[in-house]
């Protein structure tokens, strides 16, 4: 194992690793730096495997190989002018890395990456989304999905089903976090059962647990342990100058 850091001595394009199995060592035994030449700017990036990681730029996505030998790793760049937009919109997620482009979301793992959100929802989302740079991105470990989050609009991205839902909401940014466990008696301090504000089966007493967080836009601090939000269906906008009245109707969804 090796650490890798990005951004190094004030050049964004330069990447630095440690030495194997030593963190603390950034000079020898393997220890070395890379420079990004083309790409643009180094934003991120995550594991993709026990062997396998990728570094993201803002043009570029980067497969890093361990090779086993002197050179440590062998960096292969994938086809394709793609990029992050910023750090915040990279994130985590079980064998890859999920990012925003400034085409819409993306997906990169060992085979390559996959543009989501291609004639599903990118172009919708990029249109109602003004600075594209502002946004933030998390993973929900319970739900298995990827928020991305701007200007209070979320794209949802399920990895089992992988489809995507969009959700208004008043949050300024989304995290991951875990609280801390609280036992019976490390409750007699926040009143009587009857004045919690949660019940005793919710997530909020367990801890322990990673799971989506948020601050809101006046940057109060919470998890997602509310109530479910009522479904909203939006339907396309009718041109027919006949006047109509529609007494029942069924959503066919996916």
Known sequence: QMVIALDCDGDNRLMRNSAIGSYTNWTNRGAGAQEFADGEALMGGGVVNDGQAVVIQGGAVNLLTVTGNDRIFRIDKFPGDVGAVSPECIVQIPGGVAFMDSSGPQIATAQGVVAIGDNKVARTYLANVGDISAVTAAYDPELKQIVWCAENEFLTYDLATQEFVQVM????????????????????????????QFPLDSNVWK????????????????????????????????????????????????
Request: hydrophobic fraction near 40%; glycine fraction near 8%.
């Open 169 to 196: 909401e008043s949050t300024g940014y989304i995290i991951r976090m875990s609280n801390p466990a609280l036992t019976l008696e490390d409750m007699d301090t926040l009143g009587t059962l009857e004045e919690l």
């Open 207 to 254: 801890g322990g647990r990673p799971r989506l967080a948020a601050l809101d836009t006046d940057l109060k601090f919470g998890f997602f342990d509310g109530p479910f939000l009522a479904a909203e269906m939006d339907t396309a906008t009718l041109t027919d100058t006949a006047s109509m009245l529609v007494s029942w109707c069924e959503p066919v969804t996916d």
